[in-house]
């Protein structure tokens, strides 16, 4: 049993690990065209059993000691819950209103469609060995891998759009409001099934309404009263100390809310943001918490959930057949899919193609729903690790592809700005 004072030595120590590995394979990744998060989520896996602990298991498990893994889960909360502020403080409501019904399309088309083809490999995994827990229903698995195959890497999402020069600009607008509906629902979905796993059907309706409920409250009531902040700030030409604590507060607030009804702490954060006043406020809390959240907290985000997956169980090639069933039905479903809507609300064919580009990868978002699934005895390991394989893939084809289909021809053009990749 470590002491707290060993345990606060250790973190130093990982979290030195982790930056260093991180920037080392963010630097890897950019020569082949991935952004930095690509990179950070790759350090997790390497760190963790893997690799690391494939090839020193004492000295991974010597870093990494489970114990400690709490302090490290808890501070990468906080900073995750940080940036989703910021990317909803950039967050543009006049290209959204623009692009409601095509932001809603797009969501809805890319929920549906992968969720019917995931509830249909769920029936038929059903039953088979190392898949499905033995108390899991025809209805539950059905409801669960639709929930794991309809989920979009929001917190990658948004640091992909921004890392690519995207925050602000129409397709960037799009691709945030599609992604923010489309995980909201599939965290309802996922309520419902823990729900009717656990038996307590309370837990569903909480979820769903306490998110409902605070979103309402936040964008409504919450925006008239904070734009008090937005005044001050434009007064003073600057914010103080004080102003920034409040708003960190609040941020530590709504996020507490969110994750204690159901739906996920990253939630409340980024309406939180989507509520704040722009001008003079939202530059200069962006000047201040936005270099030391995405260089030191954002990259233990990226790295935790990796630390936690063993790629070495899918070892058969029956497990990687369905593995490549699961992946080519999510590229299908999900990519496939909100490019159709997308083009039927209008959008250009390289937008459509850049949005349903972007709303395919899962990356971390995935894993979390991943391991509160293997957590609850919803899903073995065996379908765990298949299903984190399609996470990893579709994660990594997202921004080469996008860059090779919309990326370079959008800056010729002026339509983004240049990626600020050491971001």
């Known amino acids: 049993m470590l002491s707290n004072f060993d345990l606060s030595l250790r973190f130093f120590l990982q979290l030195a690990c982790v930056l260093g590995v991180c920037r080392g394979v963010g630097w890897l990744g950019r020569r082949v065209g991935q952004p930095q998060v690509v990179g950070e989520m790759i350090a997790g896996v390497l760190l963790g059993p893997s690799l690391l602990g494939w090839l020193a298991p004492s000295v991974q498990k010597w870093l990494f000691p489970p114990q400690a893994m709490t302090i490290f889960f808890a501070v990468s909360q906080v900073g995750l819950s940080i940036y989703m502020f910021l990317v909803g403080l950039e967050f543009r409501r006049d290209l959204f209103l623009g692009k409601a019904r095509s932001a809603a399309a797009v969501s809805l088309a890319g929920m549906v469609t992968p969720f019917l083809l995931g509830g249909a490999i769920g029936y038929v995994l059903l039953g088979q060995a190392g898949m499905f827990g033995d108390k899991v229903t025809t209805v539950e698995a059905i409801l669960y891998m639709g929930a794991s195959m309809c989920i979009t890497a929001f917190p990658m999402l948004a640091r992909i759009i921004y890392e690519r020069g995207l925050s602000g600009t129409a397709l960037g607008t799009l691709a945030l409001a599609a992604g923010a509906i489309d995980d909201a629902a599939a965290w ?58 409040f708003t960190l507060t609040l941020v530590m607030l709504g996020s507490w809310f969110t994750d204690a009804v159901g739906i996920y702490a990253v939630f409340g954060a980024f309406i939180l943001g989507v509520a704040m006043p722009r001008g003079t406020f939202a530059t200069a809390v962006q000047q201040q918490v936005e270099p030391l959240t995405v260089v030191l907290l954002l990259p233990l985000f990226f790295t935790y959930s990796g630390l936690n997956t063993r790629l070495d169980m899918v070892d058969t090639p029956y497990l990687w057949m369905v593995s490549l069933i699961v992946l080519a039905a999510a590229c299908l479903g999900k990519a496939g899919a909100c490019y159709g809507a997308a083009r039927l609300n209008g959008e250009d064919h390289k937008t459509s193609m850049a949005v349903g580009t972007l709303m395919n990868a899962r990356g971390l978002m995935e894993l979390i729903i991943l391991n509160i699934g293997l957590q609850k005895g919803v899903i073995k390991p065996t379908l765990f690790s298949i299903m984190v394989v399609m996470a990893i893939a579709t994660t990594l084809m997202a921004s080469p592809i996008f860059e090779w289909l919309y990326g370079r021809e959008a800056r010729k053009q002026g339509l983004v700005g240049d990626a600020p990749l050491e971001g």
């Open 188 to 245: 309802c979905i996922l309520a419902v099934v823990l729900a009717s796993f656990g038996g307590s059907w309370n837990v569903a309706a909480l979820a769903i309404g306490g998110g409902i409920g605070y979103g309402i409250l936040v964008l409504t009531v919450g925006r008239v009263l904070l734009a008090r902040l937005g005044r001050t700030a434009e007064e003073r030409g600057s914010v103080n100390s004080a102003m920034l604590a």
